[in-house]
């Protein structure tokens, strides 16, 4: 049984880059564009260049979007995580001590999905994955076969 899941893991973990992304990506349409009823349910925008919002969407739609499409995943990974570090610290947590308080459910729960993330890779169906392969293949062996570190 554990082998069979094992052998899922790669897609699975793909399934959920992919789920990840998406939301991510809409929610930074939904501040830059007004997108899904905009951040005022109203179709409104995160005025240009305002601190921390818009540059938080930014960081949401090109994020969101690299780890949708599996381009770059660990690296847009890696700064969505710090964005939703610095968002669930400086916006929600001095509301509250925990998420359910301060409504930094969301903030906390894609912070360490995108951390999760920088960690596992792309998984299968991402450009990740079909570029390694082609610059890759004079390598003696492939990242997948490696064993990994234990604690």
């Not at 929610?27 to 938080?56: C, E, I, Q, R």
């Not at 660990?74 to 968002?87: E, K, L, N, T, W």
């Not at 359910?100 to 999760?116: D, Q, T």
């Not at 920088?118 to 062996?141: I, N, P, Y």
Request: charged share 10%; with cysteine.
């Amino acid at each position: 049984m554990t082998g069979r899941l094992n052998s899922a893991q790669p897609y699975a973990i793909g399934l959920f880059r992919i789920v990840i992304g998406l939301l991510f990506t809409c929610h930074g349409a939904m501040s830059l564009f007004g997108a899904f009823g905009g951040v005022d349910g109203k179709g409104g925008t995160a005025a240009t260049g305002a601190w921390p919002n818009w540059y938080a969407a930014v960081i949401e739609l090109v994020g969101g979007s690299l780890v949708l499409l599996g381009l770059g995943t660990r690296a847009a990974a890696f700064i969505a995580s710090g964005a939703m570090a610095y968002a669930y610290f400086k916006v929600h947590q001095p509301q509250g001590l925990f998420p359910i308080e301060n409504r930094g459910e969301g903030a906390a729960m894609y912070c360490w999905s995108m951390f999760l993330l920088v960690f596992t890779g792309s998984g299968a169906f991402g450009l990740d994955r079909l570029f390694s392969k082609r610059s890759d293949s004079s390598a003696s062996k492939p990242a997948s076969d490696q064993t990994p570190v234990a604690a």
